[in-house]
């Protein structure tokens, strides 16, 4: 079975200071991860993905994150955060066996920018 | 191209009652995914379809059943409702059978009284 696993579920920052959002995953398989921000009263948005090649991945809005096989990790960061980036962000995991678009997310994390 | 779009987006229904939501893929997207979020238990994916078959279905009561149509646009149906369906219902889709990333809808708030 796979688990993904966030280990803050509020992150608060200033505005312009760099922040990292951890993010930990358990599965026996190899699988495809993925970054998900959510604002208010709205769907989650694809940040980022990792399928497969390089381990640094860059997304939208400044965002970068590490996959870390050795860790089973795929932390999120941004150099420096605006105010605009106070959301909710969802860290998830899909098997690469099995053949189906099946996403198993972490509970989230708040990270609320303050100025 | 236009995004995935869900109708209603939002609902009030009574327990007992039955409620039917709607989700439209992106054009060209064959893959549609449920979830439910809620604030106790996160998201939890529901099921997925693709080229109108179930593939693949959570831990959820027999309440709970889809279906796809042949255009991909996909319909969930909630049977006797409790308290507890009250959540957020997310759809979302894909272009590929497997591993690729899933697009979103706004989601259909639905409030059970």
């Known amino acids: 079975a796979q688990s993904v696993t966030q280990l803050d579920s509020q992150v608060p920052v200033f505005e312009e200071a760099p922040v990292e959002l951890r993010c930990n995953y358990s599965?026996?398989?190899?699988?495809?991860l993925f970054w998900y921000v959510q604002y208010p009263n709205q769907g989650l948005q694809l940040l980022l993905k990792?399928?497969?090649?390089?381990?640094l991945v860059k997304g939208i809005n400044g965002f970068e994150a590490e996959f870390n096989k050795s860790q089973t990790s795929f932390h999120l960061r941004k150099p420096s955060v605006h105010i605009s980036d106070t959301a909710e962000y969802f860290c998830?995991?899909?098997?690469?066996?099995?053949?189906?678009?099946?996403?198993?997310f972490g509970a989230g994390t708040r990270l609320a920018v303050h100025p | 191209k236009a995004g995935v779009t869900q109708t209603p987006r939002y609902l009030i229904k009574t327990r007992g009652q039955q409620v039917t939501l709607s989700c439209s893929p992106i054009s060209g997207h064959r893959s549609v995914s449920w979830y439910q979020q809620t604030p106790g238990q996160g998201l939890q994916f529901l099921f997925e379809y693709f080229s109108e078959t179930q593939r693949n279905k959570g831990n959820f009561p027999g309440r709970f059943s889809g279906r796809q149509f042949s255009n991909s646009r996909s319909e969930m149906n909630v049977s006797t409702l409790e308290l507890g369906d009250s959540a957020l219902y997310l759809c979302a889709s894909s272009f590929r059978a497997s591993g690729d990333e899933q697009y979103f809808g706004p989601g259909t708030r639905l409030t059970v009284t």
């Open positions: 599965s026996s398989v190899s699988v495809y």
């Open positions: 990792y399928l497969s090649g390089s381990t």
């Open positions: 998830a995991v899909n098997s690469r066996s099995g053949g189906y678009n099946k996403l198993i």
